[in-house]
């Protein structure tokens, strides 16, 4: 059975950092292509990171550039998303997911960004 579990969410200041971790199982992973997304309170659920199945490219959201890294493990079967110089706009859900070559979504882990 197929899953994606999210985790390394919580309550971070501003400025601060967390480091997301997406472990998959049941999941051919070293072939897939991974991402990351989010949803803030009252929005729609936007992109935020992609790495392809070999690591070899990122692609970012303009909005965390800089800031944020994508990242794998493929004998772990872990996408990891180092977030750095947290904003309060940063606060939202956020999801693991499979991108290609077909889509299957985490169950998303809380990150909040607050003083």
């Known amino acids: 059975q197929a899953q994606l579990v999210e985790s390394g969410g919580g309550l971070v200041q501003p400025g601060g950092s967390l480091r997301l971790s997406c472990a998959a199982s049941g999941l051919n992973f070293r072939n897939l292509d991974m991402g990351w997304y989010r949803q803030a309170p009252g929005k729609e659920r936007e992109f935020v990171a992609s790495?392809?199945?070999?690591?070899?490219?990122?692609n970012y959201a303009d909005s965390v550039q800089g800031r944020f890294t994508i990242s794998r493990d493929n004998n772990a079967k872990v996408v990891y998303l180092q977030m750095d110089s947290l904003k309060p706009e940063d606060t939202a859900v956020y999801y693991c997911?499979?991108?290609?070559?077909?889509?299957?979504w985490g169950q998303g882990t809380q990150v909040t960004v607050s003083s």
């Open positions: 790495i392809i199945s070999n690591g070899y490219r990122r």
């Open positions: 997911k499979v991108v290609r070559p077909f889509e299957y």
